[in-house]
Nanobody, 121 residues
Framework: VQLQASGGGLVQTGDSLRLSCAAS????????MGWFRQAPGKEREFVAA????????YYADSVKGRFTISRDNTKNTVYLLMNSLKPEDTAVYYC???????????????WGQGTEVTVSS
């Protein structure tokens, strides 16, 4: 499975962004999909995940109520809509695919290249 993330950019506090992650290759739509982020000097952390069917979304407490994950299996694409962005959301955002939804990034099988999000105060 190959993953291509896009949609990052420089925004101001309170703005919104939508990240996209297009999957290709071996039956990408059969995998659970997730978003992680890594800020400078910090470890990669779980942000959100969605089941392969799109029926269940999971969120880190820090983004719950502000971020929404969704997927369109007809397009093999997963989205992360980020509202009410804060400076602490600044990070490189990575999409991932895996057979299980877990918070530990080492347990995910496939990774995209990352897209940078910068939120200015």
């Amino acid at each position: 499975v190959q993953l291509q993330a896009s949609g990052g950019g420089l925004v101001q506090t309170g703005d919104s962004l939508r990240l996209s992650c297009a999957a290709s290759g071996r039956a990408g739509k059969n995998y659970h999909m997730g978003w992680f982020r890594q800020a400078p000097g910090k470890e990669r952390e779980f942000v959100a995940a969605i089941s392969w069917s799109g029926g269940n979304g999971y969120y880190a407490d820090s983004v719950k109520g502000r971020f929404t994950i969704s997927r369109d299996n007809t397009k093999n694409t997963v989205y992360l809509l980020m509202n009410s962005l804060k400076p602490e959301d600044t990070a490189v955002y990575y999409c991932a695919a895996g057979g299980r939804i877990l918070g530990d990034p080492t347990r995910w099988n496939y990774w995209g290249q990352g897209t940078e999000v910068t939120v200015s105060s």
